[in-house]
């Protein structure tokens, strides 16, 4: 069983930059993709980015193109969300997802989640 873990939350000021980091437990037999959704309050869940390590480039969601970036290490066991020129709007439970499969930005497609970490942003 796939599990994943995701930390490095917290509260930051507007302008500022956070790392998130997502461990997993996949089988390395097994090519995956993995991806990072977030919800706030009264909101849908959001895609925000995500990454095969079958060789395929990483996609990222409108809002957050240009100052988030995905990488992972060569083994495929840590996934980063690095965050650049936070915005308040960026406030939300962030959570780590995986799925088999190539790149997908619906979570309906996604079979493996992590309990999510706190990103607040403020004035």
């Known amino acids: 069983q796939v599990q994943l873990g995701e930390s490095g939350g917290g509260l930051v000021q507007a302008g500022g930059s956070l790392r998130l980091s997502c461990s997993t437990s996949?089988?390395?037999?097994?090519?995956?993709?993995m991806a990072w959704f977030r919800q706030a309050p009264g909101k849908e869940r959001e895609f925000v980015a995500a990454?095969?390590?079958?060789?395929?480039?990483?996609l990222y969601g409108d809002s957050v193109k240009g100052r988030f970036s995905i990488s992972g290490d060569s083994a495929g066991n840590t996934m980063y969300l690095e965050m650049n020129s936070l915005k308040p709007e960026d406030t939300a439970v962030y959570y780590c997802?995986?799925?088999?499969?190539?790149?997908?930005?619906?979570?309906?497609?996604?079979?493996?989640w992590g309990q999510g970490t706190q990103v607040t942003v403020s004035l």
């Open positions: 990454l095969n390590w079958g060789g395929i480039r990483p």
């Open positions: 997802s995986a799925r088999r499969g190539p790149l997908n930005s619906s979570w309906q497609a996604y079979d493996y």
């Open positions: 996949r089988r390395t037999g097994n090519i995956y993709t």
